[in-house]
């Protein structure tokens, strides 16, 4: 397996240091005649390291990125007329349960109260 062969060898070595630059190194072994590695290895890892950078982010970001989906889940066409103020409310209370700073139990009483 071209992989599992490539994962047991040590650092690449190129023009007397380890290469900086991995893709340009997978670039280069794609295009000589005389490569080292298998074709669709070098596919993969070109691949691998031209995925975007924002594909990498922090725990975070992707909290943000999951309440802004739930806003978008909560305003459809059907209740766009919700005010602000619920929204943030809504959103807010989803992210404390989603952290477990809420207790469900206690939750659903309060709301059962009202």
């Known amino acids: 397996d071209p992989l599992e062969d490539w994962l047991l060898t040590g650092p690449v070595e190129m023009d007397g240091g380890v290469d900086d630059n991995p893709l340009k190194w997978w670039c280069l ?51 766009h007329n919700l005010k602000d103020v619920s929204i943030r409310a809504a959103m807010k209370i989803g992210s404390w349960h989603d952290h477990g700073l809420l207790d469900r139990p206690q939750l659903i009483k309060s709301f059962n109260d009202l």
């Open 29 to 79: 072994q794609r295009a000589s005649p005389l490569r080292t590695y298998d074709g669709a290895l070098c596919r993969m890892a070109i691949d691998l390291f031209t995925i975007p950078g924002m594909f990498i982010f922090s725990i975070d970001i992707l909290y943000r990125e999951l309440n802004f989906s739930r806003g978008g889940l909560m305003v459809t066409k059907h209740r």
